[in-house]
């Protein structure tokens, strides 16, 4: 290879995984350049793909419910699969790790994926043994890139679910269709109201008397998705916009919990209405 096709090479691996990543590379304390972009290439073939079943569709959230509440019936409790989507402190991310520790919650978190490298969930993804990814700020200029990476990571490990917790980035058809209604993300208000990456403060400064936490299944509309659960939290009077967002997280680390136990016991269904049903017990 020449030198001027080298540093083209170099060039294309560090604006996809980043400056450091590639400094890293150069000097020999990661992988080889060419091993780092057959790596990518399998990424994006694997990603397209997909899980699928026999008759050629991939297997969506409803057909793995019913696979977990058989496998359940007949005795097998293995865990639900998780894989989950991060950006900043990870808060939901400790209170999956916390059920699942206390033998609350019947799950197994394979992954965390972060869209950014100083993000406070990485610390409690390696303080609690569960590998991690990290995508580069230069990967997320190809959206569609980064969500094949991301998709092909967690069907290669099995994921059930993939949770979205604090993860500020929307997802796009590679994740969606790798994992239909099997990507679950939390809102800090009582969607449809108050939408966008701003809930709490918009229910507050609107000065509505009661708010609360949805949890939904992801699709290609901004949360929008079939709702699964939802609580509501009482705006207070004389409460501070900082006492009513950690009353909203108090009770997100309980409701989130709950729907990936449901979960995990098969008991969820999105219906034709776009509705969700929760079968009983």
Known sequence: MSTKDEKARAQAI???????????????????????????ARAKAEATSGPRHASGTWLDGNALQERIAERRASGDDSPLSLGVLLSGSGTNLQALIDAIGSGALNARIELVVSSRPSAQGLKRAE????????????????????????????????????????????????????????????????????????GIADAY????????????FANEVYDQGPIIAQEAVR?????????LETAIHKVEHVLYPHVVDLLSQGRVRVCEDNTVAVLPE
């Open 205 to 216: 400064e609107r000065g509505v008397k009661v708010t609360g936490v949805t949890v939904h």
């Open 127 to 198: 303080a609690a043994g569960i590998q991690t990814l990290t995508l580069s700020k230069e990967m997320y200029a190809d959206p569609i890139q980064a969500d094949e990476i991301i998709a092909s990571e967690l069907y290669r490990l099995g994921v059930d679910y993939v949770v979205m917790a604090g993860y500020m980035r929307m997802v796009h058809a590679p994740l969606l269709a790798t994992f239909p209604n099997r990507v679950v993300n939390i809102h800090p208000a009582l969607l449809p109201s108050f939408q966008g990456a701003h």
């Open 235 to 243: 705006v207070e009077e004389g409460m501070s916009l900082d006492d």
């Open 14 to 40: 560090e604006e996809a995984v980043g400056e450091d990543a590639a400094a890293a590379i150069r000097e020999g304390t990661e992988i080889a350049l060419d091993a780092l972009e057959r790596e990518i």
